[in-house]
């Protein structure tokens, strides 16, 4: 992959995702600037989803943990666990605040 297949697949993963969560009519407010998806819950928890671009990889930060998203199949899979992205992102969100966000 290269540096501008990378930048369009994550601008539509961005762009999915606030989306959604607009859809779903969760209490989640979203905010993006450069790079980053900033995430933020009622209780002022912040998720910060951020572009890197020299690794080619999307990085998402929780309350619990970072986590490492390599592009694999059509799917952003964990780097560590195997996770897929968009799956495991709509765990969290309800976790978080107890409100579903469907991505797929």
């Known amino acids: 992959m290269n540096d501008s297949e990378f930048q369009q697949l994550a601008d539509k ?3 999915k ?4 969560i607009e859809e ?4 989640v407010d979203y905010d993006q600037n450069g790079g980053l998806l900033t995430l933020e819950f009622e209780n002022r928890v912040k ?3 951020n572009r890197q671009q020299p690794l080619h990889q999307i990085w998402l930060a929780t309350l619990e943990n970072g986590h490492h998203y390599d592009y694999k ?3 952003w899979i964990d780097d560590r666990s195997g ?3 968009l ?13 579903k966000v469907v991505f797929s």
Do not use: M, N, R, T
């Open 87 to 99: 799956s495991f992102l709509s765990a969290a969100i309800f976790k978080q605040c107890q409100e």
């Open 83 to 85: 996770d897929e992205f």
């Open 17 to 20: 995702i606030e989306d959604k």
């Open 24 to 27: 779903s009519g969760a209490d």
């Open 73 to 75: 199949e059509e799917k």
């Open 13 to 15: 993963l961005y762009q």
């Open 47 to 49: 998720f910060i989803i």
